[in-house]
């Protein structure tokens, strides 16, 4: 099945730093990926749409400038957030479908990276 | 936007049957998900319908009403291991067809 892996799993960075999470797709080629965050007990919320090779969609409220995605190739979406504050801390996960080869309806996540600023 | 609500807890017990609702008002509808997410992992799909009525799939069943806006997922026989966050989630047909999450609903298995 399709697989979806994200780099790294978790990582603690100090406040004013910058860090990097990487989305792949390891069986399929992704037209689409999204970036959600996920604080405690809260539900998944959408922070931008991603297209290989075009600008990210961001959600109201979501600094595209803190928040940098980069969908550069077909399996491969990158979120840096850039100078991180203690409030940046949460689970990023992203998810990704591919329009062309998959059913339409199918999205497929990624572990989730627990991002810790201190 | 769009609104995705389902309660926030239950509690039900081992061996018995669960039904967790969903209800949706949205401009646009192009299908209804349903996640299991336990903590600190990411959702696993359970089910997916886009066309009223049920759909089954062992233990886990799925409704849709789309006049009425409504879902509901079925968990029968519950497992301890069934305790977890159900997450509801609506797919919009627009903006890549990306997909809104409700709240979750935490649900706890009792022995």
């Known amino acids: 099945g399709a697989v979806v892996s994200q780099h790294p799993s978790w990582v603690i960075c100090k406040s004013g730093t910058s860090v990097k999470i990487e989305c792949r797709s390891l069986?399929?080629?992704?037209?689409?990926m999204f970036w959600y965050r996920q604080f405690p007990k809260q539900s998944l919320m959408l922070m931008a749409t991603?297209?290989?090779?075009?600008?990210?969609?961001?959600e109201q409220g979501v600094e595209k400038d803190k928040f940098l995605i980069n969908h550069a190739s077909l399996t491969l979406s990158t979120l840096t957030v850039t100078s991180a504050h203690p409030e940046d801390s949460s689970f990023y996960i992203c998810?990704?479908?591919?329009?062309?080869?998959?059913?339409?309806?199918?999205?497929?996540f990624g572990p989730g990276t627990r991002l810790t600023v201190t | 936007g769009q609104n995705i609500d389902q309660p926030t807890e239950m509690t039900a017990t081992e061996g018995a049957i669960v039904q967790i609702n969903c209800t949706y008002q949205t401009s646009g509808f192009n299908g209804l998900f349903w996640y299991q997410q336990h903590a600190g992992e990411a959702p696993t799909f359970l089910s997916y319908?886009?066309?009223?009525g049920l759909e089954e799939k062992g233990r886990f069943s799925s409704f849709l009403s789309r006049s009425k806006g409504y879902s509901y997922l079925l968990l029968k026989e519950l497992q301890m291991k069934d305790s977890a966050s159900y997450l509801c989630a609506v797919r919009e047909p627009y903006n890549n067809n990306d997909m809104r999450f409700g709240a979750g609903t935490r649900l706890t298995v009792k022995p």
């Open positions: 998810s990704a479908r591919d329009l062309v080869a998959r059913s339409s309806y199918e999205q497929y």
């Open positions: 069986d399929f080629q992704a037209t689409t």
């Open positions: 319908n886009v066309l009223d």
């Open positions: 991603s297209n290989e090779g075009s600008k990210a969609t961001y």
